[in-house]
């Protein structure tokens, strides 16, 4: 799916928008703040990116069951972040499943209410947090052209249309569901991380004008057809997820990344 800005409910922050809310989970710490985890996808990307504030990154894991992502992709996750990231004192996965909501397609703002009902974590002073949600249904804004696997939404949270994934991969004639899983997740993360010219600065014009939050080189991870049915095709022979060009790199060099 090519990156766009969607409201998520004028009574929380919009995509668009800044962080209003101040409302403390109950049974964190005082500190920790809900509204630091709801802001523009990609305004944290110096946070995850540097050890100036975070220097450890926990990752909330939700899938529906029977839509679990595979170990391999999360592996290959975890790679990637060590990779680009500087967090001196580890990446930490808490994996669990909960039950289906009970629908068939889900929009941003039906995953947007997801995660404010099931996720329990939040930054905290030296901790980042990510969340990511593995769902049962489709998104909604699917078409009969294209098949959307994956959004970022918030500056810490993406979504995996895992039903999506599995019913186009690992055929006779579709890509390997590990390479399908690791190009979405690590995709989906590459715009936390502000890429393209979002949130990070761009070094060198890249960005698709046609698809814009995304690198015009089509070899590139953030190239904008592998987040969607679009890049199918191309997966079908690679034997791994695309990786980021030097144009993206040198983005997360000057934002503070490796």
């Known amino acids: ?16 928008g800044c962080a209003t809310e101040n409302t403390l989970i109950d ?24 050890d100036d504030t975070y220097t450890s990154l926990l990752i909330e894991m939700v899938y529906v069951e029977g839509f679990e992502p595979q170990q391999s992709s999360i592996s290959n996750l975890i790679t990637f972040i060590n990779n680009r990231t500087y967090k ?15 629908l068939e397609t889900y929009s941003i703002q039906d995953i947007a209410d997801i995660e404010m009902a099931e996720r329990t974590r939040y930054n905290t002073e030296d901790q980042m947090t990510l969340w990511v949600y593995f769902s049962d249904g489709q998104a909604s804004s699917n078409s009969q052209t294209n098949v959307v ?79 969607s049915s679009a890049g199918l095709e191309n ?7 695309p990786e980021l060009d030097n ?5 997360l060099l000057a934002q503070g990344g490796k």
């Open 1 to 16: 799916m090519v990156y766009k800005i969607l409201a998520i409910s004028v009574l929380l922050l919009l995509i668009t």
């Open 27 to 50: 049974g964190q710490a005082d500190d920790v703040n809900v509204s630091l985890n709801r802001q523009n996808v990609g305004t944290s990307a110096h946070d995850f990116l540097s």
């Open 88 to 102: 001196p004192d580890g990446v930490t996965i808490e994996k669990r499943s909960i039950a289906s909501p009970g």
């Open 149 to 227: 696997l994956g959004t970022a939404y918030w500056n810490s949270s993406f979504v995996i249309f895992e039903d999506s994934i599995q019913s186009v991969s690992n055929g006779p004639f579709d890509p390997d569901r590990e390479l399908l899983e690791t190009t979405v997740i690590t995709h989906e993360f590459g715009h936390l991380l502000g890429l393209t010219n979002l949130g990070t600065p761009m070094e060198t014009e890249h960005e698709d004008e046609a698809h814009p939050k995304h690198c015009n080189n089509e070899n590139c991870l953030m190239y904008w057809s592998s987040e």
């Open 235 to 241: 997966m079908i022979n690679m034997s791994a997820a």
């Open 247 to 251: 144009a993206c790199l040198n983005d």
